[in-house]
C-alpha cells in the first residue's frame, strides 16, 4: 500500500483546485490554478514544519490551526456585533439585521452585542452611542427629558388610536422608530425562562409544579425590571408597543393592551430615578 503524504492531502482540502468554467474572466484560470497550487504548497510545507518528524501530527496539527482560526473568527465576529449595534450611529444596526447575517437568534445577537460594548470601547478609545445600550443615559449624565416627552406624547396619541386606522398606526410607528425604539427592546436582558407548557391529561402534580415555576419566571423578570433606570424601562414599554402598531389587529384583547401600555407611559413619564 502506497503511503500517502498526508501534508500534501490536507492541504488540497483546504485549498481545493477550482473547477473550470467557475473562474471570471475564463482566460484567467490557468493563473488562479497555479495560484491555490502555491497555496497548497505552502500549507503543506508549514504544516511539515510545525508538526515535526512524526507523519500523524500533521493531521493533529492542521486541526488544531483550524479550532485556533475558528475561535478567532468567532471572537472578531463579537466585536463586530458589539460595534455594529451600540457605536454605529445614530441607533446602531438592528437585532434582526445582524441575526439574519449571523444566522442566529435576535436574543443571542443582543446578548453578544451587549457583552462586547466595553471591549469595543476600551479598543477604540470612544463611548457607545445611542440609547439602547446599558451604559448610556444613566453613566453619561445624559437628559432623559425628550423620552419622557415621548412617551407623554405617545399616552395621548394611544388614547384615541383606532387599530383599525392603519396609516396613523404606521405613523406612530415610524414616530418611534425615529426616536430609536425597537421591537421588544430590552428584552433580551430580562432573559426570560420559556414557560413551561402543559398537554392534555398532565396530572395535577405536573400542573401545580407547572404553575409555580412559571410563576417564578415571571416574578424574577419583573424583579430585573424594577432595577431599570426610568428611560431604560420607557425604551422597553413603547418596544413592547411597536410590534402592534407595526401589525394592528382590532380585537377587545389588543384594546385592554393599549390601555395598559398608555397608563403605564404616563406613570413612566412622571416617575423619578
Known sequence: ??????ASDIAALLYPLPERGTVEPAEAFDDAVDEIRRRQDDCAERLRSAAGTTVSDVVLEALAAEVAAKADADARMRLLLGYARHFVGPRG?????????CHLTDRGVGKIANAQVDNVARVLGVPPV???????????????????ELARTTAD?????DLNDKDTCSSLAQ???????EPHMHGDQLAPTP????????SHREILE??????TAMSSAFLILSTWPTYMRIEHKLGILLPTLLNPTPSPSSTSFLDGVRDD?????DHDD
Open 210 to 215: 407547572a404553575g409555580v415555576k412559571n410563576s
Open 195 to 202: 414557560p413551561i407548557r402543559l398537554t392534555f391529561g398532565a
Open 175 to 181: 414616530t418611534l422608530q425615529d426616536a430609536g425604539i
Open 265 to 269: 407611559l404616563l406613570k413612566l413619564s
Open 93 to 101: 444596526y438592528s437585532l434582526d439585521t445582524l441575526a439574519a447575517v
Open 130 to 148: 445611542g440609547g439602547k445600550q446599558l451604559q448610556d443615559r444613566s453613566n453619561a449624565g445624559q437628559d432623559d427629558t425628550d423620552l419622557r
Open 157 to 161: 396619541s394611544l388614547r384615541r388610536l
Open 1 to 6: 500500500m502506497t503511503h500517502r503524504d498526508q
